[in-house]
């Protein structure tokens, strides 16, 4: 599609990305154009294909190829603007502890020092220090309870203290106060409720106040007033429509309006007005229940409405807020089918 043309309220597509690709990561970079990096164009067949969007011209353009091809791996834009990849998986059971680096500049990667365990459906959290924390997931099969930082200054990892419980497919956010939360996920045999801080200042981790629900393929987004927005997810009774609010002040958790959707492997952005647009994702264990729904919460509120559907249905896709404010939304899967669509919010 060459030409912008809008179908539901608040969408428009744009231009399709070059190459077909879900579970990837989409990088904001310090210049406006999102960077979209590997990912799989099946269940199991990884990409190392990167390319740019830019939101001047709506065009994609190839860039450098990863060293590695991978997916569900993490993409971290560091303070000097360059971005960190790390881990992820070629197949869908070996995982990697490779990391490298893209810089804008050249559209070059160039590998970094390895991560001290392979890891994938991990987390990559950048600190206000500039390093970058790393947490747990899978290595053949095994939750793991390790993290570790790396030091862009110098291009090394070093192991921090582990979290107190194992867990993979989590989610984790940086607090105003600095601290990194880490939230749910498939810890050994049984979805989590769980959630504990790590404080950068000490290297430790402490537990905090449990969600309502465990879940795991949840969202959770930190907002302008501090708190931290966690939605839906799966668990042992399926997908979940459930919402809950985190207060750092307190570190209780609260409940809030369900979503009009229950959902997993969808995405959730912080808008520039505040609010949070929550897209697509799975409404069951089913892969034909792929939504094209969006909804926006209002933290003034505390309220969900729908809002225009997708044009696509999608899951494992990205949700990119770009510097006009506007949210671009790139591939992910429908039914197993790699997407290469993309569209603007």
Known sequence: MNITKCF???????????????????????????LVAGGAYDSGSSLNSAELYDPLTATWTTTGNMSNARFSHTASVLLNGKVLVTGGTPNANDALNSAELYDPLTGIWTTTGNMNSARFFHTASILSNGKVLVTSRFNRGSALKSAELYDPSTGTWTATSSMTSPRGFHMASVLLNGKALITGGNGIDAASNNAELYDLSTGTWTTTGNMSNARFFHTASALSNGKVLVTGGNSIDGASNNAELYD??????????????????????????????????LNSNSIFDTLNNAELYDPSTNTWKTTGSMNNARQDHTASVLSNGKVLVTGGFNVRIALNSAELY
Do not use: E
């Open 8 to 34: 539901y309220l608040g969408w428009s597509i744009t231009r399709n990305m070059n190459v077909a690709r879900g579970d990837h990561t989409a990088s904001v970079l310090l210049n406006g154009k999102v």
């Open 248 to 281: 750092p002040s307190t570190d209780i958790w609260a409940t809030i309006g369900s979503m009009t959707k229950a959902r997993f492997f969808h995405t959730a952005s912080v808008l520039s007005n505040g609010k949070v647009l929550v897209t697509g994702g």
